[in-house]
């Protein structure tokens, strides 16, 4: 009898012991912001026949080394010539480079000094954009929401925007855009932050702009060819641009260009080689 209930006991259990028990439910992980290192790991090295462009402002003249109205360039306390906007108080564009460049990184270093508040609060880095319409690739970071983002601006196209963990006032953070084909990166502080398809357009200039609340400085600006595998390669010699072709939409370009105003007649013209645009008018024009 003893041995009967103990055997049935023991079936009981081992018919519990296989049941399904009741799934406890698992809270999905709220995304967390991507890290960034504090510190600019060390600049990534380019063979000196890869540059395309660069600018270090070491001149320390503005008239030589910009053309942007209400920027300056000024000596930090290391000695180092920097680029910046102490108003803030317009948005400018800084414009660089030629529209055949195609396959190319372009990459600067760029640090915040105060900022507004979410729309002023944003710096952009694009590569291959058409002149005057901001047409193009670009990558943004907004000093105020900590978004970064890289997109196309028309017809637009998102391709991820993501949060950083964090980022400061008075740090410098080495922005770069490298364009292969159809293929987009955009690292901060040489980390990969965004990788896309991206067929939009085949070629264009480069640029920096800066929102109009954010007083911040530029520095050390380049750009290097790259080949079909997103290695730097060899430039070929129409496209290199002297370090002087720093501005407002300086005339790296070789037609006569025209602008229209709103009721869609002719505002101006210029010419190739205008080293100066001051309120939207040439100055100082080659031949």
């Given amino acids: 009898m003893f041995r ?22 698992v809270a999905s992980p709220s995304p967390t912001p991507t890290p960034l290192p504090l ?21 320390g003249d503005p008239a030589v080394v910009s053309t942007i109205p209400k920027w300056q360039v000024t000596t930090e306390a290391d000695g ?61 970071v907004n000093f105020d929401t900590l978004m970064y983002d890289l997109q196309f601006s028309e017809p637009y196209e998102g391709y991820r925007h993501r949060k950083l963990a964090s980022i400061r006032d008075g740090e410098w953070y080495q922005l770069r855009l490298e364009l292969t084909g159809n293929h987009i990166k955009f690292f901060i502080n040489n980390e990969l932050m965004i990788s896309a398809n991206a067929s939009h357009r085949a070629n264009g200039s480069a640029s920096i702009v800066s929102s109009k609340g954010l007083k911040m400085c530029v520095d050390d600006v380049r750009v290097w060819a790259l080949d079909s595998e997103g290695q730097p390669a060899t430039a070929k010699l129409p496209d290199i641009v002297s370090y002087a ?10 037609t006569v260009m025209a602008n229209r105003n709103f009721v869609g007649t ?11 645009l001051l309120n939207w008018r040439p100055v100082s024009c080659g031949t």
């Avoid at 072709?245 to 070789?254: I, K, L, R, T, W």
């Fill in 4 to 25: 009967s209930q103990f055997l049935l006991a023991l079936v009981v259990i081992l018919i519990t012991s296989c049941s399904p028990a009741t799934a406890t439910p």
């Fill in 39 to 59: 510190e600019q790991s060390e600049s990534f090295e380019v063979a000196a026949d890869a540059i395309l462009f660069f600018q270090d402002f070491e001149s």
């Fill in 80 to 140: 180092n010539h920097v680029l910046c906007n102490p108003n803030a108080d317009e948005f400018y564009p800084a414009a660089f480079g030629r529209g055949t460049w195609t396959d190319y990184a372009v990459e600067a270093r760029v640090k915040s000094l105060e900022h507004g508040k979410l729309d002023d609060a944003y710096v952009t880095l694009f590569a291959r954009m058409e002149p005057y319409t901001n047409i193009g690739y670009s990558a943004i």
């Fill in 245 to 254: 072709s720093f501005g407002v939409y300086e005339a790296a370009y070789p």
């Fill in 266 to 276: 002719p505002a101006f013209e210029y010419k190739s080689n205008c080293r100066i």
